[in-house]
């Protein structure tokens, strides 16, 4: 069997994050969802990217 490969990146996600969230939180993440057409993951990098820009 082949190893299983996927698309190449220059950006590869080696590290899993597990979060625990409110109901309301959900709701808020899969209405930014729906209205970006983002993916969750990539409305939490976005987040993160915005809050550091913040805090630098």
Known sequence: MSPRTGRPTDDPKTHDTRVRMSD???RRLEICCQRTGMTKAEVIRQ???EVY????
Do not use: A, S, Y
């Not at 820009?53 to 630098?56: L, R, T």
């Open 24 to 26: 309301e939180d959900i």
């Open 47 to 49: 987040g993160i990217r």
């Open 53 to 56: 820009e913040k805090v630098k």
